[in-house]
């Protein structure tokens, strides 16, 4: 079974700075993951996925995402975090087969000026 | 080009009624995937549509039923509701080709609240 998790429940970080917020996947096939944002009362909105290819893969707003195969993540992260950047992010995977997404918990990100 | 939309945006229901919530997906897109958004569970998928078929069906009682009409529109229902139904119901929409790895764009959801 395909399983998604965000060790972080919260992450705070000064403006400026840069910014990670942590995610590991668990899936059969091979995995198609993808980063998503929420704003408060807000649809989620897409920020980047990686399908195959280079490892590092770029998205909106600034955020870019490291596939890391031996250690089952994909970490989100940001050069330097702006206050704009509080939100509630999701990482989601699915396998090649097709299976439905599965998103994690969601961390809460807190960029504080 | 318009984004998904849900109707209504807000919904209030006393328990046992049912209720039918509406998504309308972005043009041209095939495939309509619903989720229930709560704080203590979060998002948990509930169904995808696709060129009218249900693709995947996620661990949901079966007081929980969708659609997809010809023009990709969906509709999800809940019979007798429960008050642990109250959440965020989310729709998204992707896939002018059906690929898994398309990704999803999601509407403003619906908030049901349910008494």
């Known amino acids: 079974a395909q399983s998604v998790a965000q060790p972080e429940d919260q992450v705070n970080v000064a403006e400026g700075n840069p910014l990670t917020v942590k995610c590991t996947y668990s899936?059969?096939?091979?995995?198609?993951l993808f980063w998503y944002v929420q704003y408060p009362n807000r649809g989620l909105q897409f920020l980047l996925k990686?399908?195959?290819?280079?490892?590092l893969v770029k998205g909106s707003y600034g955020f870019e995402a490291e596939f890391n195969k031996s250690q089952t993540s994909f970490h989100l992260k940001k050069p330097s975090a702006l206050v704009s950047d509080s939100a509630l992010y999701f990482c989601a995977v699915r396998d090649n087969y097709g299976q439905n997404f599965v998103f994690g918990p969601g961390t809460r990100l807190s960029v504080l000026p | 080009k318009a984004g998904v939309t849900q109707t209504p945006r807000y919904l209030i229901k006393t328990r046992g009624q049912q209720v039918t919530l509406s998504c309308s997906p972005i043009s041209g897109h095939r495939s309509v995937s619903w989720y229930q958004q709560t704080p203590g569970q979060g998002l948990q998928f509930l169904f995808e549509y696709f060129s009218e078929t249900q693709r995947n069906k996620g661990n949901f009682p079966g007081r929980f039923s969708g659609r997809q009409f010809s023009n990709s529109r969906s509709e999800m229902n809940v019979s007798t509701l429960e008050l642990g139904d109250s959440a965020l119901y989310l729709c998204?929409?992707?896939?002018?080709?059906?690929?898994?790895?398309?990704?999803?764009?999601f509407g403003p959801g619906t908030r049901l609240t349910v008494l």
């Open positions: 998204a929409s992707s896939s002018v080709r059906g690929l898994a790895g398309d990704e999803q764009f």
């Open positions: 990686y399908i195959t290819g280079d490892n």
């Open positions: 899936v059969s096939g091979n995995p198609y």
